[in-house]
């Protein structure tokens, strides 16, 4: 599945980031934890190349903890900065200011050795969409100064938010690529709500769910889904989790399309337990 999701206001939103760039000192990268390798944007990496790059791995309340210890650790191994985090409850709040001040020390000695006013520490906040970039800047200034949603596309400009009197953040529209060629990373960023439901088809990405359970999380088909034999294809499989759920159309046939709908809303809001979608390689 190639998801071509690149709408207008994308286009504009990448043109304001590159300018804004030199207006900021340090580029807080928001990853999905559930799959921080496919959330990881080259573009926007090799715009902000020179600036100081934080990596934040957000959501990690859905994702598996062990998993996120080990992109953390290899993310630290490229020499970034990586913190975890739960915008939701504000979990990491602490580690990622720590972090902030901490890359931006220098530049604060720099200032002091040349007698100037330490001025407060600009950042930008960059990731794809619905990623939590809103909730994130709200968790760290502990009131919802930006607006969020459960859909990709929320933010629609940049924004600037005093976060404290010595740093201000800028919110950013969610980024993604012109065009997502890998089938498998256009099927999860499909799954994680990253890109606009016109531009995939529900079905095929709860068969690429099933083929990741089954794979990861077998428990679950017998646990959660009740199911008393698993079949061998996902389609089959799909339809014996429909009749499970009492997904029927008129005549009493399964409706896969509904029980497609209703996996995907289970993975999103966790209801399928922590899981991470990305292996490390
Ligand atoms: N479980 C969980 N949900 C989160 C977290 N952070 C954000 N969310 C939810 O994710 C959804 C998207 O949040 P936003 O902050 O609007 O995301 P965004 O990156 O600003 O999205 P765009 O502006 O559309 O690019 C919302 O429903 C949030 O409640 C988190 O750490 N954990
Ligand atoms: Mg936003």
Redesign the pocket.
């Known amino acids: 599945m190639t998801i071509n999701w690149y709408p207008g206001h994308m286009v504009k939103a990448r043109r304001e980031i590159e300018a804004s760039l030199k207006l900021v000192d340090i580029v807080v990268m928001?990853l999905d934890a559930r799959a921080p390798l496919s959330c990881r944007n080259p573009d926007l990496e090799q715009l902000a190349r020179h600036k100081k790059i934080i990596m934040v791995l957000?959501?990690?309340?859905?994702a598996e903890a062990a998993a996120t210890r080990s992109f953390l650790k290899h993310l630290r191994q490229e020499g970034l900065l990586a913190v975890a985090?739960?915008?939701?409850?504000g979990q990491g709040v602490r580690q990622v200011m720590d972090t902030i001040y901490q890359a931006f020390e220098s530049q604060r000695q720099d200032m002091l050795r040349r007698g100037r006013r330490v001025r407060p520490v600009r950042l930008m906040v960059t990731?794809?969409?619905?990623?939590?970039?809103?909730?994130?800047?709200?968790?760290l200034v502990g009131q919802k100064m930006?607006?969020?949603?459960?859909?990709?596309?929320?933010?629609?400009g940049k924004q600037w938010i005093r976060v404290r009197d010595d740093m201000e953040i800028m919110?950013t529209?969610?980024l993604l690529w012109p065009k997502i060629e890998s089938e498998e990373q256009g099927l999860k960023l499909a799954l994680l709500?990253i890109v606009g439901e016109n531009a995939y088809d529900e079905y095929e990405v709860a068969l690429y769910l099933l083929r990741f359970l089954r794979k990861q999380a077998p428990q679950l088909f017998t646990e959660y889904y009740k199911l008393k034999q698993v079949a061998e294809d996902e389609e089959e499989l799909l339809k014996d989790i429909a009749c499970q759920r009492g997904h029927l159309v008129k005549g009493g046939q399964p409706d896969p399309e509904k029980t497609a709908r209703q996996m995907i809303s289970d993975f999103r809001t966790?209801n399928l337990g922590c899981l991470t979608l990305d292996q490390l390689p």
């Open positions: 928001l957000n959501k990690s309340d859905l985090m739960d915008s939701l409850k990731g794809v969409p619905n990623v939590g970039k809103s909730t994130f800047l709200n968790s930006a607006r969020t949603g459960a859909r990709p596309g929320v933010t629609r919110d529209p969610g709500n966790g």
